[in-house]
């Protein structure tokens, strides 16, 4: 799906092979991508992501493969590197684990749709190329999520 808003055009393809039911809509989906993608001055017109929807299996395969972690995790960021003399809008893909997204929700006392966004928001910035390995860099990250969260009227999830 292709939504306009202000100048920058923000193409989400969500694939959701297992069907899971009440996932966020897709324009809520494109908000909080593109809060992040405003937020974080990212200065390009176009912007192209692939949310892909998964089990707790797909989640710990993927997160296994590449992390050596051998559990699910609620979401993967796999930014894509173009070659500099190919201009393309693919920031790249995020993969979220539905069962572990709504699982953390309901220990955190928050709602569904409220982590989603966070979730998002924090997949975006990682293909943004924002990490949460230094310190520095965490609490920047941080700082920024809790930022972009407020703007759509969502409590910061770490107080």
């Known amino acids: ?6 100048s920058m055009i ?17 324009d809520e989906v494109v908000k909080w991508i593109q809060s992040a993608l405003e937020h974080a001055k990212y200065a390009a017109e176009r912007a192209e992501v692939t949310l892909r929807i998964v089990d707790e299996s797909e989640s710990e395969h993927l997160n296994h493969t590449y992390r050596n972690k051998a ?14 003399e190919v201009p393309l809008d693919l920031l790249g893909d995020l993969v979220v684990c ?10 955190q006392n928050k709602s ?9 928001i924090h997949g975006t910035l990682h293909l943004l190329g924002f990490d949460h390995i230094d310190p520095n ?8 999520e809790v930022s ?10 770490y107080n």
Not at 1 to 6: F, K, N
Not at 148 to 157: M, N, R, T, Y
């Open 1 to 6: 799906m292709r939504v306009r808003r202000e």
């Open 10 to 26: 923000v193409e989400v393809d969500i694939q959701n092979p297992q069907q899971f039911q009440n996932i966020p809509a897709q």
């Open 71 to 84: 559990k699910p995790t609620n979401i993967l960021s796999f930014p894509f590197e173009a070659p500099p």
């Open 98 to 107: 539905n069962e572990v997204v709504k699982l953390e929700a309901t220990e």
């Open 112 to 120: 569904i749709k409220d982590h989603w966004a966070h979730m998002l």
């Open 137 to 144: 860099e965490a609490d920047e990250m941080e700082s920024l």
């Open 148 to 157: 972009i969260l407020a703007s759509l009227g969502i409590a910061d999830p």
